[in-house]
Nanobody
Framework: QVQLVQSGGGLVQAEGSLRLSCAAS????????MGWFRQAPGKERESVAT????????SYSDSVTGRFTISRDNAQNMLYLQMNSLKPEDTAVYYC????????????WGQGTQVTVSS
């Protein structure tokens, strides 16, 4: 099993910045990709950014490209999301996730952290 513990988040004004962190523990060698997802009230959970654990290849949703940066530190088993130029529409609960395990799905999730951007 893999455990993910998030930190960071909170309340920020529009155009401000926040950094989210996610610490992975357990059978981390089974992970091949990690990512950040978010869910706003009344909306489905959506992918924000993902990163390959081995190659560091990244992908971003169109809504955050150019503003958010995902990174990882494999030695420390850490995942980060730097969020700049935040907008009110970025308000959501953000989740760290890891892709791995027998079926290769997004099987592991952090506890979620609230990000609120005021206008």
């Amino acid at each position: 099993q893999v455990q993910l513990v998030q930190s960071g988040g909170g309340l920020v004004q529009a155009e401000g910045s926040l950094r989210l962190s996610c610490a992975a523990s357990g059978r981390t060698f089974t992970i091949f990709r990690m990512g950040w997802f978010r869910q706003a009230p009344g909306k489905e959970r959506e992918s924000v950014a993902t990163i390959s654990r081995s190659t560091a290849t990244t992908s971003y949703s169109d809504s955050v490209t150019g503003r958010f940066t995902i990174s990882r530190d494999n030695a420390q088993n850490m995942l980060y999301l730097q969020m700049n130029s935040l907008k009110p529409e970025d308000t959501a609960v953000y989740y760290c996730s890891a892709q791995g395990g027998l079926d290769g799905g997004w099987n592991y999730w952090g506890q979620g952290t609230q990000v609120t951007v005021s206008s």
